[in-house]
């Protein structure tokens, strides 16, 4: 069995004094790519700003590799060994190349390395020919293409995306999605995916967690979620009421 | 109503032509002025932006009881009234005060001191401001990124360069144009604490035109220098 690379024990999160996310266990395994799915407001981002030690936890512990963080593992030393990707691309002024190599520049990279790397991600990409252009000239599909790029140069341990590609039109998200489950193939690392989209969740999770007010309802293969759902509200959730409740549901 | 004579506008006239005289013959004493003018108050307001734009930051971001006192205090500090400033710091510098040992009253470092802190407030603000108005989650990218804390303040301060740089021209313009607290703090002094304010003061109330509208003129001009800095970044930046 693969290794347990994070592993989160009862962390829940408030939020302006409202909880957010109840006690919740979580794992991520080495090389998978997890799902967390669900409606708008059931803390899916929340989960996984908590679990990129992004929010402060208002209880429990995040172990990685065997580290408890905040406690023997800083959360500096934690962010530089992962990435994030938000729904906004969030990119700081400059250049593309600029941006996806800020990570490399805050980690004290050499010039020459971090060139290097910089050009093979952009590559990897297909964004190569944006390189010398002004962040604020790219199309919203060219500006998440360069977040991700951002994220992958700097070979994380974790992968955390949050909902990635859903500003993006329907033809230029396909045609990421597509590349990014290659991507996630060739590479080792383990991703965390927040997604509001099944179609996205079966292409590229290995395992689903299914979130709704602020916990976990189930957590499964993604056809297992789809067909087997162990309650209603999951079955509401994954739009599977006809496997669900049949009689009164059926058209 | 009584017409104004030839007489005045004669002299009002012959004041201009010797400001300019001043100015273009490089006369010693203006220039002193000028040059003790721009040291300090570029002095106070640059110590305002390396203090001011951290404590910004830390308001703007961070939640803690009486955060709301703090910004309302600088909230007020935007109408500190130069005056009462230079008061307090005098009071305070006086040499049986608190702070006499220090040797500063009359002294272009006490001057620097009121301008610091008349500038602060509006560094802050204007700071928080700036930092309010970007995405929120900005800041917890940087930090995903790998950013350390200065590294992030660093990279959130490239992001709000643009009204740090008013920030920075609205505290300069605050305090090379007040005269209440570099009054009471510097004294005036010839080739010390004598800045183009006091300088007016004195010289309208001695009757030497020529000089106060040569030091007027001096003042006009860097306030354009302000304003068109700010508007040749705005639209660099508005380029980019």
Redesign the interface.
């Known amino acids: 069995m693969k290794h347990t690379v994070l592993q989160a024990c009862g962390i829940s999160v408030l939020r302006e004094g409202r909880v957010a996310l109840q006690p919740t266990d979580f794992a991520v395994h080495a090389g998978e790519t997890v799902g967390i799915y669900g409606p708008n407001g059931a803390g899916k981002s929340t989960l996984v700003?908590a679990l990129?030690g992004?929010l402060p936890l208002a209880s429990g512990t995040i172990t990685v590799g065997g580290r408890v963080l905040g406690q023997e593992l800083t959360?500096?030393k934690y962010?530089?060994r992962?990435?994030?990707v938000?729904q906004?691309p969030?990119l700081?002024?400059g250049t593309v190349a600029h941006n996806v190599g800020?990570?490399l520049a805050?980690?004290g990279v050499s010039r020459t390395t971090r060139q290097a790397r910089i050009e093979s991600t952009l590559k990897l990409l297909r964004i190569a020919h944006l390189a010398n252009r002004?962040v604020?000239t790219l199309s919203g599909g060219e500006a998440q293409r360069t977040s991700l790029a951002?994220a992958l140069v700097?070979d994380p341990e974790i992968l955390?995306l949050d909902e990635p590609f859903a500003t993006l039109d329907q033809p230029t998200r396909r045609r990421l999605v597509h590349e990014l489950a290659e991507l996630l193939h060739e590479r080792p690392m383990a991703t965390v995916l927040v997604t509001h989209d099944l179609t996205e969740a079966i292409a590229l999770c290995d395992r689903c967690a299914i979130l709704d007010g602020g916990a976990i309802l189930q957590e499964g293969l993604p056809k297992q979620v789809l067909e087997q759902p162990l309650t209603q509200r999951v079955a509401e959730i994954v739009g599977s009421e006809g496997i669900w409740d049949a009689p009164g549901r059926q058209r | 109503m009584d017409t104004v004579s030839w007489d005045y506008w004669a002299e009002i006239g012959q004041g201009f032509v010797g400001a300019v005289l001043l100015l273009a013959t490089g006369d010693p004493e203006t220039w002193v002025i000028i040059r003790q003018s721009l040291f300090i108050s570029v002095s106070a307001t640059l110590a305002s932006m390396v203090f001011g734009v951290p404590i910004g930051a830390w308001l703007a971001f961070v939640r803690f009881p009486g955060r709301a006192v703090l910004l309302a205090i600088c909230n007020t500090g935007f109408g500190l009234p130069p005056v009462v400033v230079g008061l307090i710091l005098s009071i305070l510098l006086l040499r049986h005060g608190p702070l006499g040992y220090l040797n500063l009253r009359f002294t272009p470092y006490a001057m620097m001191i009121g301008q610091f802190i008349l500038s602060l407030p509006i560094v802050i603000g204007l700071t928080v401001v700036a930092l309010q108005q970007l995405n929120p989650k900005l800041r917890l990218q940087i930090k995903a990124l790998g950013a350390s804390r200065w590294q992030t303040l660093w990279l959130l301060g490239r992001e709000i360069r643009l009204p740090l740089l008013v920030a920075y021209m609205a505290g300069f313009g605050a305090v090379v144009s007040e005269v209440g607290a570099s009054q009471m703090l510097g004294g005036n002094l010839p080739g010390s604490t004598r800045v183009l304010t006091t300088a007016i003061v004195m010289e309208t109330g001695m009757g030497h035109y020529d000089r106060a509208m040569a030091y007027g003129i001096v003042l006009l001009l860097l306030v354009a220098l302000v304003v068109g800095l700010l508007t040749w970044a705005q639209r660099s930046d508005g380029r980019q």
């Open positions: 700003l990129a992004l959360s500096l962010h530089r992962i990435a994030a938000f906004d969030l700081l002024r800020l990570g805050l980690r002004s604020a951002r700097l955390f």
